[in-house]
């Protein structure tokens, strides 16, 4: 916890998508919900079969979806996703004839029943 | 909103899916719940690692998640799963030696916390 | 129902995707609530596009996301979340030098709207 769910449509050609979930990864650190920013687990998949409405125009979306323990006001979770939606709006800047929708949609992880553990890498003595 | 999600089983071959999220939008066009066909963002995944049960059986699978702003009836939730089951139907009709499971699930996405802006591509002037 | 996604980065390079997916699959009827084997429909993607926190160190995780129709107990849910994260240490051992994040996540589905139908394979007389 929490998990970043990236997903646009891969049209959006130059992305930098390494760089992109950096900078949202910064943005949940700086938000101070997480106590520790090693929890935060974000990936990122591109669609190559996707379709946006049925008007023959050409069109595009990233959608970030971020999971977080139950538990968080409605506003702390306002907060989250607009700071996210900052973040893609810098790294998605308008095109040219590109029609995009940016989108943010914050979700509960049921508390009771998520379950984790930590692995730390050993160190390899040679 | 709304976000619809196509999960299947990389065994149905010959899936036409760039037609598939076209009459998938079409029914949700056809619902008469969403005010702007714009708004409906599909894509779709096929997954090569996979596994239905654990009989060694050929099976296969599709999948579609509609995630919707909170607030609609659980009665047009079930006709929104059922018209976009309606359209797997038709899309992957059965086949010789392969068990195919469809399903369609609703999602909330939560309202209070759902964030969006829509780029609208410029005119580039030559 | 019910439906199981796992999510990893793909710096878990030696990971034997197939094996995973029967194992879990494997817990997944050995826990009882589920009456047909054949409902277990679970599915793999690895991320090449990840970022796990912000330091630059070497890190992964694998994610399951269990979602099962709604109404089972905080209970079984804990019970099939715990089985399933004991799959995922058994099949991700430690490794040298990677930091790695094990988690399971028990999400329910809407009953009311989930629609589904069996398409069985028919036998080709030839």
């Given at each position: 916890m929490p998990h970043l769910n990236v997903e646009y449509s891969d049209?959006?050609?130059?992305?930098?998508v390494d760089r992109l979930l950096l900078c949202l990864n910064h943005a949940l650190v700086g938000s101070g919900q997480f106590a520790d920013e090693l929890d935060i687990k974000s990936r990122a998949a591109a669609f190559a079969g996707f379709r946006v409405g049925i008007a023959p125009t050409e069109r595009a979306f990233a959608h970030a979806r971020l999971s977080i323990l139950s538990g968080r006001s409605p506003e702390v979770k306002r907060q989250l996703s607009a700071s996210l939606l900052e973040v893609l709006k810098e790294a998605i800047p308008a095109r040219a004839g590109l029609d995009i929708q940016l989108c943010v949609e914050v979700l509960d992880i049921d508390r009771g029943s998520y379950a984790k553990v930590h692995v730390p890498g050993y160190v390899q003595v040679t």
């Amino acid at each position: 916890m929490p998990h970043l769910n990236v997903e646009y449509s891969d049209n959006l050609r130059d992305l930098d998508v390494d760089r992109l979930l950096l900078c949202l990864n910064h943005a949940l650190v700086g938000s101070g919900q997480f106590a520790d920013e090693l929890d935060i687990k974000s990936r990122a998949a591109a669609f190559a079969g996707f379709r946006v409405g049925i008007a023959p125009t050409e069109r595009a979306f990233a959608h970030a979806r971020l999971s977080i323990l139950s538990g968080r006001s409605p506003e702390v979770k306002r907060q989250l996703s607009a700071s996210l939606l900052e973040v893609l709006k810098e790294a998605i800047p308008a095109r040219a004839g590109l029609d995009i929708q940016l989108c943010v949609e914050v979700l509960d992880i049921d508390r009771g029943s998520y379950a984790k553990v930590h692995v730390p890498g050993y160190v390899q003595v040679t």
